[in-house]
């Protein structure tokens, strides 16, 4: 069976600190991949998406890159964290064989102060 | 922009009666619509997903689509306490899951 793995579960970062988030699936081959946030009380927003190894699409500007440096891994990153970053930051999974929704990962809880 | 939209709520309900969750779409070419169920906390899970004009019944969860109208819904049948959470609504839109913000459940016991 299918499972993905996201960590921390938690972060507290200092304003202007790097951040690197990472989530991996197991179980598939060539899956999609998609970062999203959700601010307090908010919906979700799609920040990446990846179809395919080395394959990024961002829905919105930000100082915040992802990366897909194989198959199975997504790694959501910044140089310098803004207090607007704050979040919780979720990764999915999907299938490209069949439209069954997304899968997502436990979450990250994101603190920057 | 293709928007989803949902009443924020809160929906409360008593135990054991029918909750109905709504969400209208602004893309008349969205193909499939899903529901999530998100605790307090938590990531959101799939509870149900439909493709086609109609009823989907799955347990105690009826998925409803009116394509025309471009409305989804959600009813829960014998709400349970355990039900009380966030209810996503979502489209697909070219690989893209396009998510509505939630309406909040409360089922009073």
């Known amino acids: 069976s299918q499972t993905i793995h996201q960590w921390p579960a938690t972060l507290v970062q200092p304003v202007g600190s790097p951040l690197s988030l990472e989530c991996t699936v197991e179980?598939?081959?060539?899956?999609?991949l998609y970062w999203y946030r959700q601010a307090a009380g908010r919906g979700l927003q799609l920040l990446f998406y990846s179809v395919g190894i080395g394959q990024i699409s961002s829905e919105v500007p930000q100082n915040l890159s992802a990366s897909r440096p194989q198959d199975r891994q997504f790694i959501l990153s910044s140089k310098k964290l803004l207090l607007s970053d704050s979040g919780f930051y979720l990764c999915?999974?999907?299938?490209?064989?069949?439209?069954?929704?997304?899968?997502f990962g436990s979450g990250t809880r994101l603190t920057v102060v | 922009q293709k928007e989803v939209e949902q009443n924020s709520g809160p929906l409360s309900v008593p135990e054991g009666a029918i909750a109905s969750l709504n969400c209208t779409y602004s893309d008349r070419g969205s193909q499939s619509f899903f529901w999530y169920r998100q605790y307090s906390g938590k990531s959101p899970e799939l509870i149900m997903f439909?493709?086609?004009?109609g009823d989907k019944e799955d347990g105690r969860f009826t998925a409803q689509l009116n394509k025309a109208s471009q409305y989804v819904s959600l009813l829960i049948r014998d709400s349970q306490p355990s039900d009380s959470a966030t209810y996503l609504c979502?489209?697909?839109?070219?690989?893209?899951?396009?998510f509505g913000s939630g309406t909040r459940l409360l089922v009073r016991p």
């Open positions: 979502a489209l697909d839109s070219s690989y893209k899951l396009i």
């Open positions: 999915a999974w999907s299938s490209r064989d069949d439209d069954y929704g997304y899968t």
């Open positions: 439909i493709y086609s004009n």
């Open positions: 179980g598939t081959s060539n899956p999609n």
